[in-house]
């Protein structure tokens, strides 16, 4: 089974950066992924990351930690657009078939 | 347009009614799943089905019956609708292997289901 923990809800300004964590337990690992859901919407898929270190696309980065069990997705420079709940999600490959397993979603709020 | 595409979007329906969900996808993937969202926002599989195969099938009342005719298509039948099936599904595709380590999924834009 797996438990991926991530917060609520946060709030940044325009323009700030906003760092999302995740942590999880996991029975396994084979990759963890972040997904962007707007209210109403499709989640869409932001970064994934199997191996220790940073992955940068943009104004996205996505840091993991494999020994920690630990995760950050860095938001910078942040816009209006980026107010969203942003899922952490895991792939557990003792799971049948590696199925995926969000974690509940943290609630980004961007005030001007 | 390449997409996952379910209907309908909107679903209000009276307990212990049955209701299905339909989806499609034309990304040539192989791999398609129902999600279930509930009100707290927590995504959570409910089936997986792989080239028409069931290959995921979590604890799910056996009211809910998928249905892949082919790999481009995965409905979702309720029987017997409750309260606590109100939520929003989701189906989604992606193409994958048992080997494979990414697993990036593409949504389709949600059914809302509510059950009064």
């Known amino acids: 089974g797996q438990n991926i923990d991530q917060p609520t809800e946060m709030t940044a300004t325009e323009g700030a950066i906003v760092q999302i964590n995740c942590t999880y337990q996991?029975?396994?690992?084979?990759?963890l992924f972040w997904y962007q859901q707007h209210a109403g919407e499709a989640p869409t898929f932001l970064s994934y990351n199997v191996l220790d270190g940073l992955e940068e696309k943009g104004r996205f980065s996505s840091f993991l930690s494999r020994s920690k069990g630990y995760s950050y997705l860095l938001l910078k420079e942040l816009q209006m657009k980026d107010s969203a709940s942003y899922l952490c999600?895991?792939?557990?490959?003792?799971?049948?078939?590696?199925?995926?397993?969000f974690g509940a979603g943290t609630q980004v709020v961007v005030t001007p | 347009d390449t997409a996952v595409s379910q209907t309908p979007k909107y679903l209000v329906t009276q307990m212990g009614n049955d209701k299905s969900i339909k989806c499609e996808q034309n990304?040539?993937?192989?791999?398609m799943y129902w999600y279930k969202q509930d009100s707290k926002k927590f995504l959570k599989i409910m089936f997986s089905?792989?080239?028409?195969?069931?290959?995921i099938n979590e604890t799910v009342p056996n009211r809910f019956s998928p249905k892949s005719p082919d790999k481009a298509h995965l409905n979702l039948h309720i029987n017997s609708l409750e309260l606590g099936d109100s939520a929003v599904y989701f189906c989604?595709?992606?193409?994958?292997?048992?080997?494979?380590?990414?697993?990036?999924?593409?949504f389709g834009a949600g059914s809302r289901l509510t059950v009064l």
């Open positions: 989604a595709s992606s193409q994958e292997s048992v080997d494979s380590g990414a697993n990036v999924l593409t």
């Open positions: 990304l040539g993937h192989d791999t």
């Open positions: 996991t029975s396994g690992f084979n990759g």
């Open positions: 999600a895991v792939r557990d490959p003792t799971d049948s078939w590696g199925k995926l397993q």
């Open positions: 089905y792989n080239n028409k195969e069931l290959i």
